[in-house]
């Protein structure tokens, strides 16, 4: 009987190992799973944070692309004429310009 007894205690023991074994390796899968989705978010949030600033530089270069088209079209009810050369003078460190 102390033979079968020590064969059901080895048995619980290895038992015991096994799926301390499982556990340890069921945590570590967890957390890694959980350190690839957090570098996967904090990837999106970046790229996220890229396209927010081009669309800002898109809006803003929309604004300047669409303002001198209306100032284009408008030259030629405005009876503006074209400079034909432009002179900068630097005068106390002060930069002016006028029209020849």
Known sequence: MG???K???TKIK???ITIA???CAGYLCI???GAVKGYEIRKVENKIAELKKENKQLQIE???LSS???IKKEVGSLNMVEA???VYINDNNQIMAFKN
Do not use: Q, V
């Open 62 to 64: 929309e604004a300047e």
């Open 21 to 23: 074994i499982a556990s």
């Open 3 to 5: 033979k079968e007894y």
């Open 84 to 86: 034909k050369e432009i």
């Open 31 to 33: 957390i890694n799973i």
């Open 7 to 9: 064969n059901g205690f």
């Open 68 to 70: 001198f088209y209306n």
């Open 14 to 16: 290895f038992l015991i």
